[in-house]
């Protein structure tokens, strides 16, 4: 014991000063307990508790290994450090206070690394400090209160209660076991997903892993046995609502969990309690909390039978009634938590509302909630943060009205349904009755006028601007539904219309204020501005989120005062209006001239919005208030020429907005193609002379194998009916979504049956959406019988529908060139290709003939061509080979020799494009050249394209050789590839570039050949070649002798001098 062993007293030193390695290799990062990442090279003082005996002990800092390492530690105090650290990490990571320091993503990382696995263990511990940090970091990897924030404040905006399902977009590939089995033998998605490990299910999607794991009971338990801290049990309610968010299954299991909802209920939103002692109590048990409220709210938003649920087996109306009458001052709360409270409880009423439910409690509530509406224009606060509470909860209030109010219009249908049904499925009419609601409407445009007063006041324009909208949807939803009212006074009401008009929307129109809104369109839009949605911090696939922490800092889109919703109710009101009183249209078109409105306008054309969860959410927003701009402009184009001189503008917007449309917004797609798309009015271009523009553009051509695109185009705009027809038709496979989207567009509240919108994979419509009847053609015949089938047992109006199709697609190509930007060249000629592989003869058609030359075209024009990349797979398609494949196949077997369907297969021989078409053609396919006779004149592409470069490819040179040789290629027969054949053997054979010993050996044995044919005129078409010529006879010019190089070159291979050639 006496002897000294300095070795295991090294840890008792001094540590070293930390160093920078003179490495470029990337170092391990450290985080202080608060999650800051530490500098590698920073000296911190060793009392902070962040050195420890790790790898690198004079480092500062925990890695995320050593905190994962720590969080199994014996010790309690250590296992709570280590997960709060990660909790504070987590944080930090979705701020994206990392993103500029460290490669890769920290959240990534963390969830590979089981992060998940590691919280959920954690929140069984029996300890009850490391359990609480455990559900600090569960919060800290799912929830966003910025995104709660948005949600919240979009919720009264015009269908603000409906939202996206928080659903991972990125989907395992379908496994490949159960190819070939039977129907009945394959396995369902369901009884996949239950094979699937723990593990395999989180990397996919975080929240069902979590749900996997059997994380609601344990949440459960904590809540109802550990009775925890008041942060934890806010923690855990917000956890709950962000998993209720993901989808209407885990709000589904949410409701199933045993006691769960129930404790809820019974401990945070008590019918009675005592008031706290402090601002802070020390237990929320027995206090009524408004995130408690915000969950059942989020929950009923799920679907009407969660919602009734709610209501009826859980007391949900109780809650609405005892919570709803009751005085924010009097709840003997705190004044926000009170007001949130009051907020969330009116929000969740009108979600019940939304359903055409809890209507009954209306009428039993009707003098609280007019007293409620009657003080709503005064309200008054003792800060401007509760100014905002009481201003959120008179908007919510409305929002109740107006639902309501679209309950109450649907009754009489609902009647009427109900004696028609004769045994059909129909909802029962709702208990309230319209008669319930006209009350409300003075009321309402009594405020809505003293918001328009107000606007005139700088201290009251600020809540003004923030209630308007939802006074203004009010009035929308009253006026529309009072027009299908048994009870309707047309005269009436067009007098009120009127005077509204004239007392509120003028006024407002005209405004300073509002005209400050518009001219903040396009500086504000998410359309035009894609970045402004960019996530600002760490987003995984797995784990979906909205990111608003970027839009609420650089942008007000998304914030109270958002210029999107005040203009959107307004111009929704407006459509409404003109519908009905249709003498007032004209007075309106200031709004949609204004320059700030037609310059947003032209800024969205071109545009290219990306879509995820990050944009969507306000994407859908935006659409709305572009939708209704559209229309109102439709409206105006045919009773104002100023307007009708942008006509060509809102064509070109409305067919960019067709492309965008998300998810839910099916019924203004097909309101758009059914008035807007089609429409005459929209296409001045027919009417000014641009067809016979665009017959003069075509004169520099020498011969004319189709008619004049003018007079195309003019054929194309006499049948603008029958094409929307033809389109509508092709669309109706989308009906029953239509038809849902259509219910909530229109307010018929009992026929609704989820406030979540479909899950977000994308646009509603593809972009390739013009060529849809092409390709569903092709679908039904051309893939089923390999394209033989003839035009006479194609189904009936297929020709018809692949002429439409073509005549709009013509139109475009010619006057809304923009539309189709979306569309690579390549996946243009792919989708024209249907028109050759679904039948034997369609492409025979005169009409499709026609059409499909003046497409070809357009797409062979220099800047098409250019941009013509057939390296790229077209949508759809594992390769552009393929397509490529099977079109030789249908033109061996039908093409009888014409020239339209030549073209197309001479396209892809051009020089720059993979060789492997070309060979396919010399290969195997070498028969067809006898009937590939596309003369030099019709080829619509410059001859040089094929000829220059030099080809490369040996193998494709002695195949070129082979068929000349052999007559398989002849210039009577195939002019243009005969040239192309020439031209390639002529500049290989006379090459002077440094080549391989074998690529020398075959030149001069091609050479030594071609000097010893036969067929004189073959032989001197080779040698003598000099430069394509695609407006000659031959297609070539020709050498009168062989140039000396040339010569000696010639001579030093066969040994024999070279006399010249004939022309």
Known sequence: MDKVEPEKLEWTRDLPAPRMLSTKKAMQARFDFAGTLIPPNKDLPTHLGLHHHGEEPELAGYSLQELFLLSRSQLNQQRNLAVSTLANVLTKAHAGEYTSSLKGSVLSSLLDAGLLFLLRFSLDDGVEGVMSAAVHALRALLVSSDDEECL????????????????PTAQEDEDVEDEGLDEALKETAKEKEEKKTDHDVARQDV???????????????????????????????????????????????????PRLMDTVISEFLPCSWTPATSQAPSSLYGLPIALAMKLLRVL??????????????????????????????????????????????????AVAAGYGQACSLYMDLYPVLVKRLQAGNRPCASSEAVLFLELDRIRALLVLLTQVTQTAGCHEELQR?????????????????????????????????????????????????ILLPSYLLYVEAYYSQLCVQSSFQPVQCLQELESLTSDVLLPLISHQAMQNMTSSFRSNSVICNPGLSAPAGEV??????????RLMNSSKIAGPNSPLPLPTALLYLLNTITSIHKGLIKKFSRLILSDSVLSYLQSCIGAMPSVSHMSSWILRHEHHLLYLLLRLAHKLVPVDPEVAKHASLFHQVS??????????????????????????????????????????????????????????????????????????????????????????????????????????????????????????????????????????????????????????????????????????????LARLAC????????????????????????????????????????????????LYSALLVQYEAVSFGDPLFGCFMLLPLQRRYNVTMRLAVFGEHVGMLRSLGVSLQQLPVPLEKFTSPMEDSLPLLRLYFRALVTGALKRNWCPVLYVVAIAHLNAFIFSQDAVTEEVEAARRSLLRTTYYLTDEVLKNHILLFRLPQQNSELGFSTYEQLPPIRARWLESIVGTEEKGGER
């Not at 059909?424 to 007063?453: A, D, M």
């Not at 000014?688 to 011969?703: H, N």
Request: with cysteine; net charge negative; aromatic share 6%.
């Open 207 to 257: 929240v069902k892993g979590f749900l996997k794991m059997q994380g609601l009971p344990r949440l459960r338990y904590i809540l109802e046995v550990v009775r925890p801290s008041p942060r934890v049990v806010l923690d855990i309610l917000e956890i709950l609502i962000r998993i209720a968010r993901h989808s209407t299954a885990a709000a589904i299991q949410i409701l199933d969990c």
């Open 835 to 882: 028109v050759f592989l679904c039948s034997s003869d369609l492409f025979l058609e005169r009409p499709v003939q026609e059409l499909t030359w003046a497409l070809f075209r357009r797409l062979t024009q220099p800047a098409q061509l250019d941009a013509l990349d057939l390296g790229s797979a077209p949508p759809g398609l594992a390769s552009f080979h393929d």
């Open 655 to 828: 067919l960019a907005l067709l492309s965008w449309l998300l998810p839910g917004g099916e019924y203004l797609a097909h309101e758009l193609l059914s008035v807007m798309t089609f429409s005459h009015s929209l296409l001045p271009e027919g009417g000014c002379g641009e067809p016979e523009v665009a017959a003069l553009a075509e004169l520099q051509l020498k011969e004319r194998t189709s008619p004049a695109v003018g007079a195309l185009l003019r054929d194309a705009l006499n049948h603008l009916p029958s094409i929307r027809g033809c389109y509508l038709t092709h669309l109706a496979h989308m009906e029953p979504s239509v038809l849902s989207s259509r219910d909530r567009y229109l307010g018929r509240t009992p026929f609704i049956r989820s406030h979540f919108l479909p899950e977000l994979t994308g646009p509603s419509l593809p972009s390739d959406w013009p060529f849809l009847p092409l390709i569903s053609l092709y679908e039904r015949t051309g893939w089923s019988a390999g394209g033989g089938q003839l035009v006479e047992s194609l189904p009936a109006g297929s020709v018809q529908s692949a002429t439409h199709c073509l005549q709009w697609l013509l139109v475009l190509e010619s006057w809304r060139e923009q539309a189709l930007t979306a569309v690579p060249p390549v996946a243009k």
């Open 540 to 549: 995984v696939p797995s784990l979906p989120g909205l990111s608003c922490s």
């Open 300 to 349: 009923a938003s799920a679907g009407r039978h969660a919602c009734a649920r709610i209501l009826n087996s859980l007391g949900g109306k109780e809650l609405l009634s005892r919570f709803v009458v009751v005085e924010p001052s009097e709840m003997l709360l705190e004044a926000g938590e009170a007001l949130c409270c009051s907020t969330e409880v009116l929000r969740l009423f």
């Open 152 to 167: 919240d404040n979009a919720f009264p905006w015009l269908l603000g209660m409906a939202t996206f399902p928080l659903l």
């Open 417 to 465: 349904g109900l004696v028609n049904a004769q045994g059909t499925e129909c909802p029962p009419p709702p208990p309230v009755l319209w008669s319930h609601v006209t009350g409300l409407q003075p009321t309402v445009i009594s405020s809505l006028k003293g918001c328009v007063r107000a606007l005139d006041g700088s201290s009251q324009m600020s809540s003004a601007l």
